[in-house]
Nanobody, 127 residues
Framework: VQLQASGGGLVQAGESLTLSCAVSRRIDDFVSMSWYRQAPANRRELVASIGQDGSTNYVDSIKGRFTISRDIAKRSAYLHMSNLKPEDTAVYFC??????????????????????WGQGTQVTVSS
């Protein structure tokens, strides 16, 4: 499974950005899709997630400012970020959770993976 995150950039405080995560396969069978972020010297933290039933969860620091969504037909998830603050500066990662089987010729068998990550996209918010 490949996840491609995009949409990061440099913005000023108070501005908005929308991150996109394009997935190489169907997404409606994932248990959840999430956005994480990691600032320098910090641990990667969960920012927002959307469940298979469409339910959403957010970390307190971004509630009311960020919105996670998905488009099943486009096999994509999004994170709309508004009223950005300098403390939102981080690399943002897309994650999908769900069992995906892939044929691995090196072991001549299927391998099963649950956690799927995309590369990060940098968001920098200047004050």
């Amino acid at each position: 499974v490949q996840l491609q995150a995009s949409g990061g950039g440099l913005v000023q405080a108070g501005e908005s950005l929308t991150l996109s995560c394009a997935v190489s396969r169907r997404i409606d069978d994932f248990v959840s899709m999430s956005w994480y972020r990691q600032a320098p010297a910090n641990r990667r933290e969960l920012v927002a997630s959307i469940g298979q039933d469409g339910s959403t969860n957010y970390v307190d620091s971004i509630k009311g400012r960020f919105t996670i969504s998905r488009d099943i037909a486009k096999r994509s998830a999004y994170l709309h970020m508004s009223n950005l603050k300098p403390e939102d500066t981080a690399v943002y990662f897309c994650n999908a959770q769900g069992i995906v089987s892939t044929w691995d010729p090196s072991i001549r068998n299927f391998k099963y993976e649950y956690d799927h990550w995309g590369q990060g996209t940098q968001v920098t918010v200047s004050s």
